[in-house]
């Protein structure tokens, strides 16, 4: 790490990583695109042109070039899909353009280490210092502190720290953590795309998806239509409007009707992917070095969207665990579907998150998506790899998969989820309080019965950690009042 600091655990490596922000990789091959759709909303592709969010954008350059404090902070926050990543991303390209040093900052909880390597964190002839924190809500507070200690930011330089998160919750103790140390710090809402009468922001931003999306698959944009739908509520998402836009273009080409509602479309979605595993698996006959069938491909799709990437031991450890046979092949098997973003890592995860959610919540029993059936297995799934080993440690993957599930069984989602959560939590209440303040936090929004909710509260340590100060203080809101559901 040359010019900034690095704070590591003695026993776990790294709080968090540093890293030169890397713009979007070129797209690769169309017919590779097309072939499982997931690629095709993966961000990191930029399949789409950025379009919209004009003000958005505005307000972010003119945060960045005011006078003012030299360190100065702002939480962009909205729902999963609203876009917060592209915009990052839009704003952070414009920012480099004008001189500025981007750089990432990743907790090390969501991300594996990757091989040695030299960053140059050096701001000679930078003109400021943009740093990126993504997820920043899921970061324990303490960690975040680390952070912002780092001597990167503590340059005579302008220095702009823009922090991602998908609700304002955990914002104003990070605020006061800001404040301590004489920086700026302002939040901006994403708010949901408007639909007026006239052509909205909606019909734009689904008009440029499905021309987009039509390129990739060769066919002419003209004379695919919107859905009806559009209006709902639900399309208030920016990713909501790409899917739609993608489910139109493929079932246009296929000959198929897309679905209306958003619980379809990601489901008609989802039926792609696993129709490409099943071609696959079909195309061994032909000399295709692929051997995994498509259940065991969509149980291992369901294991990495809750580990997310690790390495391969760790990797083939979590697959023995379920009892899978041949788990160096169906690892291999799965890096040919979801390549690996990081060398000598496997278990890619669905992208995005959005989709790896509603993945997890129609493989579950209990929803009513009519044509798509959920999975004996899920259950027995979920509940191993939540449960502690033989030592009493939890699983390192604990915060993922329960952030994961307690955002698909969040209000006006998958309510069905939160039975699968209520089981695992009544087995072992403390995992909540181990996943960390963002997972209770998100808990006191489900509708999770009082006992559950005391339960989960007496698992709390008895001398204050400041990590869990905001999520104990909802949780004990909802054991006493009620979940904002129940309410």
Same mark, same amino acid.
């Given at each position: ?231 709902? $509520?639900?399309?208030?998402?920016? +990713? !909501?409007?790409?899917?739609? &836009? /993608? @489910?139109?273009?493929?079932?246009? #080409?296929? *000959? ?92 890619? $995860?669905?992208?995005?998150?959005? +989709? !790896?959610?509603?993945?997890? &919540? /129609? @493989?579950?029993?209990?929803?009513? #998506?009519? *044509? ?106 909802? @054991? ?8």
């Amino acid at each position: 790490m040359v010019g900034a600091d690095l704070h590591v655990f003695p026993d776990r490596g790294p709080v968090y990583l540093l890293t030169e922000h890397r713009s979007a990789r070129p797209s690769p091959d169309d017919n590779w695109l097309t072939a499982q759709p997931s690629r095709l909303l993966n961000a990191r592709f930029q399949v789409v042109d950025f379009t919209g969010r004009d003000r958005e954008l505005s307000r972010l350059e003119a945060w960045r070039d005011r006078l003012g404090p030299r360190l100065s902070a702002l939480w962009l926050h909205g729902p999963g899909g609203q876009g917060k990543s592209r915009l990052a991303a839009q704003f952070a390209a414009r920012s480099a353009m004008a001189g500025w040093k981007i750089v990432d900052a990743t907790h090390s909880a969501v991300t594996v280490l990757p091989p040695p390597a030299s960053q140059d964190m050096r701001l000679e002839s930078a003109t400021g210092l943009l740093m990126i924190v993504d997820y920043a809500d899921r970061w324990p507070p303490s960690h975040l502190a680390w952070l912002f200690s780092n001597a990167l930011l503590h340059r005579q330089i302008p220095t702009r720290l823009l922090l991602l998160a998908r609700s304002v919750k955990a914002w104003p103790a990070v605020r006061a953590s800001l404040e301590h140390m004489q920086s700026d710090a302002v939040d901006l809402p994403l708010q949901p795309l408007t639909d007026q009468a006239g052509r909205s922001d909606r019909d734009r931003m689904f008009t440029v998806a499905r021309d987009c999306f039509a390129a990739g698959y060769g066919v002419a944009d003209a004379v695919i239509g919107p859905p009806s739908s559009l209006h709902r $509520p639900e399309f208030g998402l920016v +990713l !909501a409007l790409h899917i739609a &836009a /993608l @489910a139109t273009v493929d079932a246009h #080409v296929h *000959g198929d009707r897309p679905p209306e509602d958003m619980a379809h479309l990601s489901s008609y979605l989802l039926d792609r992917e696993r129709k490409h595993w099943t071609q696959l698996h079909t195309n061994q006959y032909e000399g295709l070095d692929f051997r995994t069938s498509p259940s065991v491909m969509s149980r291992t799709v369901f294991t990495a969207a809750l580990s997310g990437a690790t390495t391969h031991p760790k990797g083939a450890s979590l697959l023995s665990a379920l009892h899978l046979d041949s788990t160096d092949r169906v690892l291999a098997d799965h890096a040919m579907c979801y390549p690996p973003t990081e060398t000598g890592t496997v278990l890619e $995860p669905l992208y995005p998150d959005r +989709l !790896a959610e509603d993945f997890l &919540a /129609l @493989a579950l029993p209990g929803h009513s #998506v009519t *044509g798509y059936s959920a999975e004996s297995w899920a259950p027995s799934t979920v509940e191993a790899l939540t449960r502690r080993d033989a030592n009493g440690e939890p699983p390192e993957h604990i915060l993922r998969a329960l952030t994961f599930l307690t955002a698909a069984a969040a209000p006006g989602r998958w309510p069905h989820v939160s039975t699968h959560l209520r089981a695992i939590l009544r087995a072992d209440p403390t995992l909540a309080v181990t996943a960390g303040s963002a997972v209770l936090t998100a808990l006191a929004d489900i509708d999770l019965d009082s006992g559950l909710l005391e339960a989960v509260e007496a698992s709390f340590p008895e001398d204050r950690h400041t990590d869990l100060d905001n999520g104990y203080r909802r949780h004990h809101s909802a @054991a006493q009042c009620g979940t904002p559901e129940q309410n």
